[in-house]
């Protein structure tokens, strides 16, 4: 009867799995043509020094995808269709690459963008030789290790395969900068902080979100920014939207604040005339 029933459900949901499957393969065609095509763009946020002047502290890069017919795919989505598909080696050259392009533009403008942060993959690292590309990218566009941020998540720290370690290993020896994005939200071990060589934290926006309101996520907001300070690490709070979270976490000594209240991510011809705005001090 067990088995039976097993089959009824199968067959009452393979429809289903077979239409996923397909907007999955869809989706998998697509983005391999964008990639080949120069499809995808990159939009830029801000982030800002929490003093009273909002000094540009760098520019967080994240990747967009206008497709002609299905108009914008949430970056969320097409990353994980270029991690299933492996197509995330060459999404993550493309960005580099791109992201090096635009920061040397900027600077030959006279546009002053001390870094830009990046939004690496676990599997990026699986990569032999991804140390060695990215430092390469660097070097064709005269620029130097901390021109970059790169964002890493908790699940490259506990993946403890040889090319990962290799790889962050090299990365800290060329004196690239690593940065933990979303941090609150997976395992939060610190354990691994004071072992591997984090300069940035990112304190996830769900946390920012609830600092002013909830007295859970404030202790915790606090704990990390002692933690983080005494490490030595600086801190970004993503994802603040309020003039009360921005004074909070000002106030409790956060360095550098990111989110809708300064600026949404946004194409690179827009950030100049931003900037211009900021240093009359005309922001929030
Ligand atoms: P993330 O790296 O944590 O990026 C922050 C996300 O929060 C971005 O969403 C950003 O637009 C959004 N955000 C910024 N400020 C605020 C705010 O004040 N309020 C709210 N509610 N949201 C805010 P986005 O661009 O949709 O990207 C989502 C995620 O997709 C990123 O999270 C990142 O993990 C991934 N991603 C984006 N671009 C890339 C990329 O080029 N490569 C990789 N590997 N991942 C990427
Ligand atoms: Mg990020
Ligand atoms: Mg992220
Ligand atoms: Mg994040």
Redesign the pocket.
Known sequence: AAKSQGSQLWERYQPEMGKISQERADMERELRQTLADGGLQ??Y?PQVLSTAEHTLYGV?????WQHPEWGWV???RF?AA?EDAGL?HA??SW?IDAACTQLATWRAQGISVPHIA????TN?FHDPEFAQRVYNSLQEHGLACNDLML?I?ESVMLDSSPATLNNLKNLHAMGMRLSM??FGTGYSSLSYLHRLPISEL?L??SFV?DVTTSSAASALTRSVLNIATSLGMTVVA????TPEQAAWLTEQGCPVL????FA??MPAQDLPPWLRKVTNHQLA
């Open positions: 990159l939009h946020q967080e890069a994240l990747a967009r949430a970056p969320p990353i270029a995330i999404l993550t960005l990046v939004n690496l993959s990026n964002e998540t994005d979303d990112k996830d926006k979100h993503e994802g603040v939207e990111q989110g809708y209240l949404k991510p």
